[in-house]
C-alpha cells in the first residue's frame, strides 16, 4: 500500500516523454494521474511510495526495470547485488547521473533520495541478483567474429565469458540486454558516465570506450551477447538477427 506520496519533479526530460504519465495512471491508479499538469507544463512527475518496506519500495523499482510495464531502464535481473549495491551508492553520492545531457541517469537521483539508506540498497540488491536473467530480444546489428577479436582487452577486466571480476569491480557483461551495453558505451565515450575524477572505475571504462569507434563497440557487444553460442557457427545468422530498430538514446 502506498502510505504517503512524495512528489518528484524532474525537469527536461526530453525522451521520457508524455507516455510516461499515462502508463503510470495505469500502473499506480488515479492519484498518480495527477501527474498530468506538470507534464503539459513541460515536466514529469514520478511517484515514490514512502516506505522503506523491501516489497513496496522493489515494484517502485520495477516501474521503471521491470519487463512487464513499459521499460525506462535496464533489467536489473541476474546482476550481481555487489555491483547494484555500488551503482546506487555512485548515484547518491553523485558519481554518477549528474550530467544533465544524460536524462535517463537523472531519473535515478530521486530515487536514491527517496531510498538513501545502504541497508535497504543491500535488500533490493539481493532481491534483483536472485531473479534469474531473462533471454532478450538482440537488437544491436554488428560483427561478432570481429567482435570477439576485439574483445580481448574487455575480457582483461569483465573475465573470458564477460563474467565480471568483484575484485576490480568490473560488472558481468553477460546478464544486461545489447541495447543498455551500447547504451552505456556510448556514455563512457561522450564524458556522460565516469567524467567525475574520483569515479576511479568509471575514469577507467571512459578511456577505454574512446579507443574504439562506436562499430567496434557493436561488434564487440554483437559477440557478447551471443558468446555462448558458437560464435562462428552463428555468424550468418547473428548479422541478420537485428530486425528491432536500435532504440536511439
Ligand atoms: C523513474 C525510473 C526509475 C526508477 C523508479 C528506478 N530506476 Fe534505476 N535506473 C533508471 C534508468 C533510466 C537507469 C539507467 C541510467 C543510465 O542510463 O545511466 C537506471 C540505472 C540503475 C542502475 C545501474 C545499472 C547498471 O547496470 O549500471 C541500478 C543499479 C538501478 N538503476 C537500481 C534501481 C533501484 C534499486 C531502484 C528502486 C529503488 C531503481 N533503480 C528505480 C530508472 C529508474
Ligand atoms: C581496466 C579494466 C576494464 C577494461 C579493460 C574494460 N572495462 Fe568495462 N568496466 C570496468 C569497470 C571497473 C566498470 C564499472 C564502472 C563503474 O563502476 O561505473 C566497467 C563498466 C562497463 C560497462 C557498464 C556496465 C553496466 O552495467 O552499466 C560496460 C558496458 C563495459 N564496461 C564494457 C566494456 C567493454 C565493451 C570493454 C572492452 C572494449 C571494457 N568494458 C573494458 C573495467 C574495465
Known amino acids: 500500500m502506498i502510505v504517503e506520496m512524495q512528489w518528484i519533479a524532474i525537469s527536461q526530460i526530453e525522451r521520457l516523454n508524455v507516455l510516461f504519465p499515462i502508463w503510470l495512471c495505469v500502473a499506480g491508479g488515479v492519484l498518480i494521474c495527477l501527474g498530468w499538469p506538470t507534464v503539459l507544463m513541460g515536466q514529469e512527475s514520478v511517484t515514490l511510495p514512502a516506505s522503506n518496506d523491501l516489497e513496496e519500495v ?19 535481473d541476474g546482476l550481481p547485488a555487489w555491483y547494484i549495491e555500488r551503482q546506487l551508492s555512485k548515484f547518491a553520492s553523485g558519481l554518477r547521473g549528474q550530467q544533465e545531457e544524460n536524462r535517463s541517469a537523472l531519473l535515478m537521483i530521486p530515487v536514491v533520495q527517496q531510498y538513501s539508506d545502504p541497508r535497504l540498497w543491500a535488500k533490493l540488491a539481493k532481491r534483483f541478483e536472485s531473479l534469474p ?22 575480457a582483461s577486466c569483465h573475465g573470458p565469458r564477460a563474467q565480471g571480476n568483484l575484485t576490480i569491480n568490473a560488472p558481468p557483461l553477460n546478464v544486461q540486454e545489447d541495447w543498455y551495453l551500447m547504451d552505456q558505451l556510448r556514455k563512457f565515450k561522450m564524458d556522460w558516465r565516469g567524467s567525475d575524477p574520483e569515479d576511479v572505475e568509471g575514469n577507467l571504462m571512459r578511456n577505454i570506450a574512446k579507443i574504439y569507434s562506436i562499430n567496434d563497440l557493436k561488434d564487440i557487444v554483437a559477440y557478447i551477447v551471443r558468446m555462448e553460442k558458437d560464435v562462428e557457427a552463428n555468424n550468418s545468422d547473428a548479422l541478420k538477427e537485428g530486425v528491432v530498430a536500435e532504440p536511439e538514446r
Request: with cysteine.
Open 58 to 76: 522493489y515494484q517502485a523499482c520495477v516501474l521503471c526495470h521491470g519487463t512487464k510495464e513499459m521499460q525506462r531502464g535496464p533489467i536489473l
Open 133 to 154: 536473467k531473462p533471454d532478450h530480444i538482440k537488437t544491436i546489428r554488428g560483427n561478432p567474429s570481429q567482435g570477439k577479436l576485439l574483445f580481448a582487452i574487455c
